[in-house]
Every structure is written in C-alpha cells, then in structure tokens.
C-alpha cells in the first residue's frame, strides 16, 4: 500500500487561485468558508484554488493543526477528510486558540488533546497518520513553499503564481469573482 497525500486543490480551471490559511486564524475561516461559493460562482472548469497551509507562530497550536490536516489529507478520503479537518477546526476555533495568543484554558492542553480533539470533531481518525514522515516532508514543504513566494501573513492571495495584495478576506465572492476575471468591454 502506497502513502499519498491529497492536494489541497479543488476546481481544474487554468486560473489558478492560491489561497495561504492559517487553520486558526479569523479571517483565514472566513476566506475557506468562502472557496465553494467562489468555485460555483467562477465553474470549476474555469477557476483552480489551492489552500496552502501558513503555520504562524502566535497561534501556539498552528503546527500541530497544519498537520493533522495533512495528515488527514494522506487517508483514503483525501482532500475531503482535510477540508473534514479544516472545517472542524474553523467551527470550533476558539478550542484550538489561546486567549490573546498566550493564556486561557489551552495553557494545559498538549498537542495530542488537540488531535484528539480535532478527531472529535471531524470524525477524522488522525492518530496513525499524523506521525509518518511523509506528513513531516508535507508540512516542511509548505512552510518552505511560502517563504519562497515571501508570504508571510494569513490569508494571502496568489493569483497565477503572483501575489494580489487586491485580494481580502473581507471582500465579497462577488467581488472575488470580479478580480479573478475582470469584464472585457
């Protein structure tokens, strides 16, 4: 049996849409929320959005979580069981924070009651997936991948391989729709 991790990838159109998250982060939640509506709006047959994972060090539980999604995204489900994993956490993300990033009910919790916790409530077995070493090359290859492309803050924008500092996770799909293909007069 070979291990294999899905991409993060959904659509198969030429624009590509790479979206940096970080799980915890407010305002990576509400761009992920955003991407079905995006991918419906624009035709999966026209628009790509790859999520990319940007653990931040000021969500004390970013590395662990960025994990059990690449993790989940090594099962047979695949990208599902990650978006599972994603969304999971994105509902029930103050569990997954720290209080002003530093203090509050989390201070006591270790990375594995986080896994446990994540499994919980995604219904996503993670345990034996989250310690191969392919989840390890996974993990360094997206923290590599977004420093070579100078990300630094979550959620960035890449649209067909450059960053569109246009993009925000407060604009509309519409809106989004909009930038990704412009009207032609």
């Known amino acids: 049996m070979t291990f294999q991790l899905s991409a993060l990838e959904w659509g198969a159109g030429p624009k590509v849409l790479e979206v940096f998250l970080e799980p915890t982060c407010p305002f990576s939640v509400k761009t992920l ?74 201070m006591d919790a270790t990375p594995a009651d986080i896994v446990r916790r994540i499994e919980v409530y995604s219904g996503v077995p993670l345990t034996e997936a989250f310690v191969r070493p392919e989840v390890t090359a996974a993990v360094k290859w997206h923290a590599r991948y977004g420093r070579q492309n100078g990300i630094h803050v979550s959620p960035t924008f890449m649209v067909d391989g450059l960053i569109d500092p246009a993009f925000s996770s407060g604009d509309s799909v519409d809106e989004w729709g909009a930038k990704l293909f412009p009207v032609k007069d």
């Open 33 to 106: 929320r955003k991407i079905p509506d995006l991918l419906q709006l624009a035709g999966q047959d026209r628009l790509t959005v790859r999520v990319r994972l940007q653990s931040q060090p000021w969500h004390m539980f970013s590395g662990v979580i960025v994990r059990a999604i690449l993790a989940a995204s090594s099962l047979d489900e695949g990208r599902d069981a990650a978006l599972a994993v994603m969304t999971a956490v994105a509902d029930h993300r103050e569990e997954f924070e720290f209080t002003d990033h530093c203090r509050g009910p989390n």
